[in-house]
Every structure is written in C-alpha cells, then in structure tokens.
C-alpha cells in the first residue's frame, strides 16, 4: 500500500499539516490537542470510523481538487489495509496527485 | 456533509456523478446498507467510484438510525425504511427507474420497494439479503436480538478484540449503544412481509450475491426459486461480510450486470407524464 513520496520534501511538511487541520475538523477538536504523526493509524489512534472517511475525502476534495479521490484510492485497498491506514498515505495520497507541489510555486 | 430532512429524520447522503458526459441520462444505481455497524460508507468506498467510473450516477445514503443520519427512538418498522427509500428518491427528483444494489437488510428495503413501487425500480442486486418474508422475519427477529444481547457481553467484546482488534470493539460499542437507545430491535421485523404469491409477481431483474457460508447458506437457491427473473452468484469460502470483504468481486459482477441492464431498463421504463 505504499505510495512513491514526491522529491520536493518541504511539499511533505505543508500537505502533512494541511491534512492534520482536516483531521481535527473532523475530528472535531483543536490541532493543538491532538498528537498526530504520519504513522498515526487512523482508526486505531485517531478514533476514525469509515464514515468519517467520507468526510475526509469530501474536503481532500475541496482543498486540492477532484484529482485528490480518497474514494478511488481506497476501492482498490482490501479491508483490512483500510482498517490500518496511516495519515502519511492521506499525504502521499496527495502529493502523488501532483495538487500540492502546483499550489507550493502559484 | 449533504443533508435533506426524510420524513421527519435528517438524513445524510452522497452522490458520486458519472464520469464523463452523459446529458443527464447515466443509469441510476442507488446502495442501501445494511443494519448495525453499517453506513452509506461500505457502499461509497468500495463500489461507488468505479461504478460512477463506468458511467452511472450513484447514490448512497445512511438508513435512520445509522451513520450520520439522525436516530429518533422510534420508527424502525421495515415499512419505515421502505418509506424513506421512496422519499429520497422523490426528495431528489429522482423518476427514472433506478437500480437498486442492497446489501442484507438494504436488500430487503429494495425488495420492499420493488414489491411497492415497481415502476421505480430496474433492477436490483441483492447481497447477502432476501424479501421480508414471514421465514426472514422469525430469523430477523431471533438473530438481532441474539447479537444484540452478545455485542453487550464482555466475553464477546474480548473475543472481538482479540480477534479483529480493538478498532472493532469500538465499533461493536457504538453499535450497541445506538440500538439500545431506539426500539429498532423489537420493530424491524415487524414487516410488511411479503408471501409467496407477491414474489411471485417481482418483474424487475435480481442478482442475488452471497457468501457459500453467508445466511442462506443452508438453501442457496431458495431466493432464485422464488422469484421469477433472479440469478445467483455464490462466493466460495465466503461468509455473510461479502460487500467488505470480496467488494472487488462485487463490482466485477455489478459492473456486468449494468451492462446487461441498463438498456433494458432504460427502454422499457414508463416515460414520466
């Protein structure tokens, strides 16, 4: 389920921060009061349900555009490869679209 | 979140358009999950982008009481959700014969409909469900309260923890504490069930998709035999979790099956006045 990470490292930073603050919206909490990193499964650790993914694909949209489709993404996973889904493959999932790197230099 | 309000009950769904231009006419496939755990989600991320990838518009919505639509503390009644499939479709202008893809209780809720309103339906694909019957409503009645009992049970959640991890255990808890706030156990089975005669009568095409050890698994023909446009495909090594666990089968089956459909459905619907 790994995805190739794109050459441009500070993108990585940006997107990982960007996808926290749609996490915590979902989430409903504050950044500050959740402890999130890339390798956060976001079942077990965050408390996410599958529902909740659905929101998330809707403001992944949102943010970065319909070439961003967590939907698409995650009909080729198995279930059990959706049950640990980290926030790192959010990211990468982003950053393989090629979205973050086109708004880094606009 | 897209919201409309659903006989009385807020209720959340999803589109996912077409792919492509298709002026308005892709053929309409509308998922309906099933009870406890389940949400519009098992539908929207698994079968829903490749099936609007090949050209339909699908529409996915939580039952009352399930998701992120809301859970009064009455009106579980099948006819209830029955009610609610019908108003959505109205509620978004919905007219054209639509295919129905249930999966176990949702299944029932189309067939539900079909048996209602066969003018809406072109179709339906029924995973891992039946007709509510008088046969489904004693196994309907036994077997959620028998899971409904056990999901409380500390043996049982340290047995699904060990098993599927702690993730599912707080699943089973949520589970069970939004039955047990609504009166959906003692009510869902209460019909209106439908007799051999009414089956008899579904004219709409059903694909029945079911696991070799799923809840049919001691008649795997029996839905065939008793109605009259229905085929089955069977899932070896196989339980009643065929939408999650196989769900890329299912969309190979489903995508064949709108193949095979959608003209027909689309050429012998009634036109709206």
Not at chain 2, 41 to 46: H, N, R
Not at chain 2, 93 to 107: E, K, M
Not at chain 2, 223 to 228: F, G, K, M
Not at chain 2, 236 to 262: C, F, M, T, Y
Request: a negative charge; proline letters at 4%; glycine letters at 8%.
């Amino acid at each position: 389920m790994t995805m190739s990470l794109p050459t441009e490292a500070s993108g990585y930073d940006e997107t990982f921060d960007e996808v926290c603050r749609i996490l915590c919206r979902v989430l409903e909490v504050e950044l500050d009061d959740l402890e999130i990193e890339p390798e956060s499964v976001l079942t077990d650790d965050l408390g996410l349900e599958s529902i909740d993914l659905v929101a998330i694909g809707a403001m992944l949209a949102d943010r970065y555009g319909p070439q961003v489709n967590l939907a698409a993404y995650l009909a080729e996973l198995s279930i059990d490869d959706v049950i640990v889904l980290r926030v790192g493959n959010l990211v990468e999932l982003v950053l393989s679209s090629g979205v973050a790197a086109e708004r880094a230099v606009t | 979140m897209a919201m409309m309000t659903v006989n009385g009950v807020s209720t959340h769904y999803q589109w996912m358009r077409a792919a492509g231009d298709s002026d308005g006419e892709a053929p309409i496939v509308v998922c309906v999950h099933g009870l406890g755990y389940d949400s519009l989600a098992s539908f929207y991320l698994t079968l829903a982008s490749p099936l609007s990838a090949a050209g339909a518009d699908v529409l996915t919505y939580d039952l009352r009481g399930h998701g992120r639509t809301a859970r009064p503390p009455t009106g579980y009644r099948l006819g209830n959700f029955i009610d609610d499939l019908k108003a959505v479709l109205d509620q978004l202008d919905i007219h054209r014969p639509v295919h129905l893809v249930g999966n176990s209780f949702g299944g029932t809720i189309a067939f539900g409909l079909a048996a209602q309103f066969p003018e809406r339906v072109a179709s339906i694909v029924s995973i891992e469900a039946e007709p509510a019957t008088e046969s489904w409503a004693g196994k309907m009645g036994r077997t959620f309260r028998n899971v409904y009992e056990a999901m409380a049970d500390d043996r049982y959640l340290e047995w699904v923890g060990q098993t599927f991890g702690s993730h599912y255990v707080r699943l089973t808890n949520a589970a069970t504490a939004a039955i047990g706030a609504s009166t959906i156990v003692e009510e869902v089975a209460l019909g209106p069930l439908l007799d051999a005669d009414t089956l008899a009568t579904l004219q709409c095409p059903v694909l029945s998709i079911l696991g070799s050890h799923g809840f049919q698994s001691d008649d795997l023909g029996l839905l065939q035999a008793s109605l009259p446009r229905c085929r089955t495909e069977v899932l070896p090594d196989q339980g009643h979790s065929v939408l999650v666990e196989r769900h890329q089968r299912v969309r190979q089956l489903i995508l064949a099956w709108l193949a095979e459909h959608e003209s027909l459905g689309q050429l012998e619907s009634p036109r709206p006045a």
